[in-house]
T-cell receptor
Framework: AQKVTQAQTEISVVEKEDVTLDCVYETRDTTYYLFWYKQPPSGELVFLIR??????QNEISGRYSWNFQKSTSSFNFTITASQVVDSAVYFCALSTNAGKSTFGDGTTLTVKP | GAGVSQSPSNKVTEKGKDVELRCDPISGHTALYWYRQSLGQGLEFLIY????????KSGLPSDRFSAERTGGSVSTLTIQRTQQEDSAVYLCASSLGLAGASGNEQFFGPGTRLTVL
Protein backbone atom coordinates (compact mmCIF):
# COMPACT_ATOMS: atom_id res chain seq x y z
CA ALA A 1 0.00 0.00 0.00
CA GLN A 2 1.17 3.51 -0.62
CA LYS A 3 0.50 6.61 1.38
CA VAL A 4 1.24 10.32 1.24
CA THR A 5 1.05 12.46 4.36
CA GLN A 6 0.92 16.23 4.36
CA ALA A 7 0.81 16.97 8.05
CA GLN A 8 0.21 20.70 7.65
CA THR A 9 -3.45 21.24 6.90
CA GLU A 10 -3.24 25.03 6.77
CA ILE A 11 -0.39 27.52 6.79
CA SER A 12 -0.70 31.27 6.95
CA VAL A 13 2.22 33.59 6.29
CA VAL A 14 2.77 37.23 5.55
CA GLU A 15 4.04 38.22 2.12
CA LYS A 16 7.80 37.88 1.64
CA GLU A 17 8.14 35.21 4.29
CA ASP A 18 9.65 31.86 3.32
CA VAL A 19 7.44 28.82 3.81
CA THR A 20 8.08 25.07 3.60
CA LEU A 21 5.38 22.53 2.85
CA ASP A 22 6.09 19.05 4.14
CA CYS A 23 5.40 15.78 2.37
CA VAL A 24 6.16 12.30 3.68
CA TYR A 25 5.44 9.21 1.63
CA GLU A 26 5.31 5.46 2.06
CA THR A 27 5.77 2.83 -0.60
CA ARG A 28 7.36 -0.59 -0.95
CA ASP A 29 8.24 0.05 -4.56
CA THR A 30 11.82 0.94 -5.38
CA THR A 31 10.84 2.80 -8.53
CA TYR A 32 8.37 5.64 -8.17
CA TYR A 33 7.73 9.27 -8.97
CA LEU A 34 6.83 12.12 -6.66
CA PHE A 35 4.91 15.20 -7.76
CA TRP A 36 3.73 18.53 -6.45
CA TYR A 37 0.57 20.12 -7.79
CA LYS A 38 -0.98 23.51 -7.08
CA GLN A 39 -4.72 24.10 -6.90
CA PRO A 40 -5.43 27.84 -6.96
CA PRO A 41 -8.79 29.23 -5.87
CA SER A 42 -10.00 28.84 -9.49
CA GLY A 43 -9.95 25.10 -8.89
CA GLU A 44 -7.84 23.42 -11.57
CA LEU A 45 -4.79 21.51 -10.39
CA VAL A 46 -1.56 22.50 -12.08
CA PHE A 47 1.63 20.46 -12.19
CA LEU A 48 4.68 21.99 -10.52
CA ILE A 49 7.44 19.40 -10.40
CA ARG A 50 8.25 15.70 -10.59
CA UNK A 51 11.09 13.65 -9.11
CA UNK A 52 11.92 9.99 -9.72
CA UNK A 53 13.14 7.76 -6.94
CA UNK A 54 16.65 7.57 -8.33
CA UNK A 55 17.23 11.30 -8.50
CA UNK A 56 17.76 12.91 -5.12
CA GLN A 57 19.18 16.08 -6.57
CA ASN A 58 17.37 19.07 -5.19
CA GLU A 59 15.88 21.55 -7.61
CA ILE A 60 15.33 25.26 -7.64
CA SER A 61 13.01 27.07 -10.00
CA GLY A 62 12.77 30.76 -9.31
CA ARG A 63 11.27 31.19 -5.85
CA TYR A 64 10.40 27.49 -5.63
CA SER A 65 12.72 24.77 -4.41
CA TRP A 66 12.29 21.11 -3.60
CA ASN A 67 14.18 18.87 -1.20
CA PHE A 68 13.94 15.12 -1.81
CA GLN A 69 15.42 12.82 0.85
CA LYS A 70 14.92 9.09 0.44
CA SER A 71 16.39 8.42 3.87
CA THR A 72 13.45 10.16 5.50
CA SER A 73 10.93 9.49 2.69
CA SER A 74 10.29 13.18 2.37
CA PHE A 75 9.77 15.52 -0.57
CA ASN A 76 9.42 19.01 0.85
CA PHE A 77 8.57 22.16 -1.07
CA THR A 78 9.83 25.62 -0.15
CA ILE A 79 8.57 28.94 -1.43
CA THR A 80 10.99 31.78 -0.89
CA ALA A 81 9.73 35.34 -0.51
CA SER A 82 6.08 34.26 -0.74
CA GLN A 83 3.57 36.33 -2.66
CA VAL A 84 -0.21 36.65 -2.41
CA VAL A 85 -0.50 34.77 -5.74
CA ASP A 86 1.06 31.75 -4.06
CA SER A 87 -2.13 31.30 -2.03
CA ALA A 88 -3.53 27.93 -3.03
CA VAL A 89 -3.88 24.33 -1.96
CA TYR A 90 -0.73 22.34 -2.63
CA PHE A 91 -0.81 18.60 -3.14
CA CYS A 92 2.01 16.10 -2.98
CA ALA A 93 1.48 12.91 -4.97
CA LEU A 94 3.15 9.52 -5.35
CA SER A 95 2.93 7.34 -8.46
CA THR A 96 4.36 3.86 -8.86
CA ASN A 97 4.66 1.35 -11.68
CA ALA A 98 1.36 -0.12 -10.57
CA GLY A 99 -0.20 2.94 -12.15
CA LYS A 100 -2.33 4.35 -9.36
CA SER A 101 -1.48 7.81 -8.09
CA THR A 102 -1.88 8.60 -4.41
CA PHE A 103 -2.36 12.19 -3.34
CA GLY A 104 -1.94 13.75 0.09
CA ASP A 105 -4.79 15.66 1.67
CA GLY A 106 -3.21 18.94 0.64
CA THR A 107 -1.89 21.98 2.47
CA THR A 108 -3.81 25.22 2.20
CA LEU A 109 -1.38 28.11 2.02
CA THR A 110 -2.62 31.62 2.65
CA VAL A 111 -0.24 34.48 1.97
CA LYS A 112 -1.42 37.74 3.46
CA PRO A 113 -0.33 41.10 2.08
CA GLY B 1 -4.05 23.31 -27.51
CA ALA B 2 -7.21 22.26 -25.73
CA GLY B 3 -6.92 20.99 -22.20
CA VAL B 4 -8.99 18.39 -20.39
CA SER B 5 -12.66 19.25 -20.44
CA GLN B 6 -15.44 17.94 -18.25
CA SER B 7 -19.19 18.22 -18.43
CA PRO B 8 -21.40 19.24 -16.86
CA SER B 9 -19.58 21.71 -14.65
CA ASN B 10 -22.34 21.44 -12.07
CA LYS B 11 -24.93 18.74 -11.51
CA VAL B 12 -27.69 18.76 -8.95
CA THR B 13 -29.67 15.57 -8.64
CA GLU B 14 -32.07 13.89 -6.29
CA LYS B 15 -31.13 10.97 -4.14
CA GLY B 16 -31.68 7.71 -5.97
CA LYS B 17 -31.22 9.09 -9.49
CA ASP B 18 -28.41 8.03 -11.84
CA VAL B 19 -25.87 10.54 -13.14
CA GLU B 20 -23.28 10.49 -15.92
CA LEU B 21 -20.18 12.64 -15.84
CA ARG B 22 -18.12 13.13 -18.97
CA CYS B 23 -14.42 13.70 -19.52
CA ASP B 24 -12.66 14.67 -22.75
CA PRO B 25 -8.92 14.12 -22.30
CA ILE B 26 -6.14 15.82 -24.18
CA SER B 27 -5.73 14.30 -27.62
CA GLY B 28 -2.99 11.67 -27.68
CA HIS B 29 -2.99 11.05 -23.96
CA THR B 30 -3.24 7.32 -23.32
CA ALA B 31 -3.81 7.47 -19.56
CA LEU B 32 -7.01 8.82 -18.01
CA TYR B 33 -7.79 9.09 -14.30
CA TRP B 34 -10.90 9.84 -12.26
CA TYR B 35 -10.68 11.29 -8.74
CA ARG B 36 -13.17 12.47 -6.18
CA GLN B 37 -12.52 15.53 -4.06
CA SER B 38 -14.83 16.13 -1.13
CA LEU B 39 -14.97 19.57 0.48
CA GLY B 40 -11.64 20.36 2.11
CA GLN B 41 -10.29 16.91 1.36
CA GLY B 42 -7.56 15.53 -0.83
CA LEU B 43 -8.01 13.63 -4.04
CA GLU B 44 -9.45 10.16 -3.73
CA PHE B 45 -8.42 7.88 -6.59
CA LEU B 46 -11.36 6.16 -8.27
CA ILE B 47 -10.21 4.52 -11.51
CA TYR B 48 -7.65 4.82 -14.28
CA UNK B 49 -7.46 3.70 -17.89
CA UNK B 50 -4.22 3.11 -19.76
CA UNK B 51 -4.41 2.46 -23.48
CA UNK B 52 -6.24 -0.76 -24.26
CA UNK B 53 -5.43 -2.39 -20.93
CA UNK B 54 -8.13 -3.33 -18.46
CA UNK B 55 -8.86 -0.37 -16.19
CA UNK B 56 -7.76 -0.31 -12.57
CA LYS B 57 -11.06 -0.05 -10.71
CA SER B 58 -9.58 -0.54 -7.27
CA GLY B 59 -10.63 2.89 -6.04
CA LEU B 60 -14.32 2.72 -6.89
CA PRO B 61 -16.15 3.02 -3.54
CA SER B 62 -19.07 0.76 -4.41
CA ASP B 63 -20.69 -1.14 -7.25
CA ARG B 64 -22.91 1.90 -7.87
CA PHE B 65 -19.89 3.50 -9.52
CA SER B 66 -18.70 2.50 -12.98
CA ALA B 67 -16.68 4.07 -15.75
CA GLU B 68 -15.91 3.41 -19.36
CA ARG B 69 -13.62 4.87 -21.94
CA THR B 70 -14.72 4.60 -25.53
CA GLY B 71 -12.24 4.49 -28.40
CA GLY B 72 -9.39 5.32 -26.05
CA SER B 73 -10.62 8.88 -25.72
CA VAL B 74 -13.77 10.15 -24.01
CA SER B 75 -14.64 8.67 -20.64
CA THR B 76 -17.91 8.54 -18.73
CA LEU B 77 -18.23 8.04 -14.99
CA THR B 78 -21.65 6.74 -14.00
CA ILE B 79 -23.06 6.79 -10.51
CA GLN B 80 -26.24 4.80 -10.05
CA ARG B 81 -28.80 5.39 -7.30
CA THR B 82 -26.95 8.43 -6.02
CA GLN B 83 -26.61 9.02 -2.30
CA GLN B 84 -25.98 12.25 -0.42
CA GLU B 85 -22.47 11.10 0.45
CA ASP B 86 -21.68 11.05 -3.28
CA SER B 87 -21.75 14.85 -3.26
CA ALA B 88 -18.26 16.02 -4.21
CA VAL B 89 -16.20 17.41 -7.05
CA TYR B 90 -15.26 14.73 -9.55
CA LEU B 91 -11.97 15.43 -11.29
CA CYS B 92 -10.66 13.89 -14.46
CA ALA B 93 -7.02 13.94 -15.50
CA SER B 94 -5.08 12.66 -18.47
CA SER B 95 -1.40 12.07 -19.15
CA LEU B 96 0.80 10.91 -22.00
CA GLY B 97 1.48 7.69 -20.16
CA LEU B 98 1.06 6.33 -16.69
CA ALA B 99 2.46 8.74 -14.13
CA GLY B 100 4.25 6.02 -12.22
CA ALA B 101 5.79 4.31 -15.20
CA SER B 102 7.25 7.28 -16.96
CA GLY B 103 6.81 10.25 -14.69
CA ASN B 104 4.25 11.90 -16.92
CA GLU B 105 2.41 14.66 -15.16
CA GLN B 106 -1.35 14.63 -15.07
CA PHE B 107 -3.37 17.41 -16.67
CA PHE B 108 -6.55 18.05 -14.77
CA GLY B 109 -9.93 19.20 -15.92
CA PRO B 110 -12.03 21.79 -14.08
CA GLY B 111 -14.15 19.11 -12.44
CA THR B 112 -17.85 18.41 -12.10
CA ARG B 113 -19.45 19.54 -8.87
CA LEU B 114 -22.11 16.98 -7.97
CA THR B 115 -24.75 17.78 -5.39
CA VAL B 116 -27.15 15.07 -4.31
CA LEU B 117 -30.19 16.40 -2.52
Amino acid sequence: AQKVTQAQTEISVVEKEDVTLDCVYETRDTTYYLFWYKQPPSGELVFLIRRNSFDEQNEISGRYSWNFQKSTSSFNFTITASQVVDSAVYFCALSTNAGKSTFGDGTTLTVKP
Amino acid sequence: GAGVSQSPSNKVTEKGKDVELRCDPISGHTALYWYRQSLGQGLEFLIYFQGNSAPDKSGLPSDRFSAERTGGSVSTLTIQRTQQEDSAVYLCASSLGLAGASGNEQFFGPGTRLTVL
